[in-house]
């Protein structure tokens, strides 16, 4: 039989869980139409438009049931706040890998500040 674990008392975990991992894939997509375009700077504006909300439409497909599904135990403020923070998690690796960009020092302190956003907007004081 599972152990419980304390922070869990009380919630169902996959309620959770299920919207979070949906963002996060959705904020793949996002980062790749938002972002991918720029190793490819020689090709048309036009065509960087199209293949961008192409991609965009995938990242919606998930983004909309993982905050409909999310609503049902967080709040609207609450998934904004998480969906900020996976997308930096994202972009970071998007940044490293595809476009070569070093993770400067400022660059962890400006994302450790929006995730301690996360713990902020989660956290049982201010009620």
């Known amino acids: 039989m599972p152990v419980a674990h304390p922070l869990f008392t009380g919630m169902n975990v996959s309620a959770y869980l299920v919207p ?41 497909c998930l983004q909309v049931p993982a905050n409909r599904m999310g609503h049902a135990v967080m709040t609207a403020y609450q998934l904004k706040v998480i969906q900020e923070a996976l997308t930096l998690i994202v972009f970071v690796g998007f940044a490293l890998l595809w476009l070569g960009e070093p993770l400067r020092p400022k660059y962890v302190v400006s994302f450790g500040l929006i995730f301690a956003a996360v713990a902020v907007a989660f956290g049982k004081w201010g009620d």
């Open 20 to 60: 979070v991992a949906l963002l996060a894939v959705s904020n793949v997509f996002m980062t790749m139409a938002w972002y991918g375009h720029l190793k490819f700077k020689h090709w048309p504006l036009a065509t960087v438009i199209a293949v961008s909300w192409g991609i965009a439409l995938l990242e919606y």
